[in-house]
């Protein structure tokens, strides 16, 4: 009985210190679910900004000049940096490392559904590094408020990074659109094959959202999925019509009433089907993990006995 009092007066402690902004640190006390909850979406978030360079990381040989080489090169290593930032901030909630990988590798833990999307074509990294970028930028912002202070930190740093990235995406963009025919097709091939996945990156409707309830009361998410990709889609059209593409949504139009555009509807099939493990490269994105982490085996066995030798008082000399 005591024991059950003293957890509602913790969890109502709890909710004060959220409802009055502070942030909470690991080693404060806080509800397991909020724990768990937050273990989830931060290692999705890590997950899938490692898996994120695989479509990119593609290109990295192919990348049509040296500048454009040295650039992309910069961007798939900052992405590999926020992973980093991001399963520390989720190791601070007492999971380990391994833990976390071996959800990703089973299918307990998703990434991110636009990187099991093919990179077909050159105009592809721009429309990755424009989209796909501005997407996480929308969301991160808002982001850098969330209630667990480690994530929100490891967010502020990473917000300045993606803009860099959102940047040299939309300037590939650009150069293809001041280009030959070809190159402006290639442009708009991207744009049709990236957009609608790239607002099936705000996850389901708010009335779908299994989780956003209980997070927006706990400041895990600060946004909603709904209002998050309306800001999105607002900025991009615009975007896409300063420099001459044609953004595939026949529903699209500006609604002078309500301040923002229209559009159409989420092939929502087509998201749950990527969503559970089935969408273009899906498998292919998974084995190419797993084969990497297998290969790294050996720079973490000999990470864990240097660190062991660090640790270990010298001999004392007779
Ligand atoms: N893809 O209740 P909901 C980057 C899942 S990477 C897959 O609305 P929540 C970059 C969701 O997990 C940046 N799954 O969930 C990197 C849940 O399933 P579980 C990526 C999705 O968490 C390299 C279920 O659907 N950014 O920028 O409240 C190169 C129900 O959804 C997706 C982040 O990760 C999806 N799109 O809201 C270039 C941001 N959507 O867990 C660029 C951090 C939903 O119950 N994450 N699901 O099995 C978030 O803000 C939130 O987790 C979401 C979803 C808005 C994504």
Not at 49 to 75: D, N, S
Not at 82 to 107: F, K, P
Request: aromatic share 8%; hydrophobic share 40%.
């Amino acid at each position: 009985m005591r024991d059950s009092i003293a957890m509602v007066s913790n969890e109502q402690n709890f909710q004060s210190r959220i409802d009055a902004e502070e942030k909470v640190e690991p080693k404060d006390w806080m509800p397991e679910k909020y724990r768990q909850n937050l273990i989830r979406q931060i290692s999705q978030h890590a997950h899938s900004e490692v898996i994120g360079e695989q479509p990119e990381g593609k290109w990295i040989t192919r990348a049509p000049t040296l500048e454009r080489k040295a650039i992309l090169m910069a961007k798939v290593q900052d992405e590999a940096g926020h992973g980093l930032y991001l399963y520390a901030s989720a190791e601070t909630l007492g999971v380990t490392r391994d833990e976390l990988i071996d959800r990703l590798h089973t299918g307990a833990s998703k990434y991110a559904s636009i990187f099991n999307y093919p990179s077909l074509t050159w105009a592809d990294i721009g429309a990755i590094g424009w989209l796909v970028d501005s997407a996480a930028i929308v969301n991160q912002v808002s982001l850098q408020n969330t209630s667990y202070g480690p994530y929100a930190r490891a967010m502020v740093r990473i917000c300045k990074e993606e803009s860099f990235h959102q940047r040299q995406g939309y300037n590939i963009m650009m150069t293809l659109m001041q280009g030959a025919e070809l190159q402006q097709d290639m442009a708009q091939d991207a744009l049709n094959r990236w957009w609608w996945p790239s607002l099936m990156m705000f996850g389901p409707h708010d009335a779908e959202s299994a989780h956003s309830a209980q997070s927006m009361k706990w400041k895990i998410k600060r946004r909603s999925n709904d209002e998050l990709r309306q800001q999105f889609v607002d900025q991009a059209v615009q975007q896409a019509e300063a420099i001459g593409l044609t953004v595939p949504d026949p529903d699209l139009h500006w609604n002078e009433a309500r301040g923002h555009y229209d559009f159409g509807e989420i092939d929502w099939r087509e998201f749950q089907r990527v969503v559970s493990g089935n969408g273009p490269c899906n498998r292919q994105r998974l084995a190419h993990h797993v084969d990497a982490h297998k290969e790294g085996a050996w720079v973490r066995e000999a990470m864990a006995a240097f660190d062991a030798k660090q640790r270990t008082p010298p001999a004392e000399v007779a």
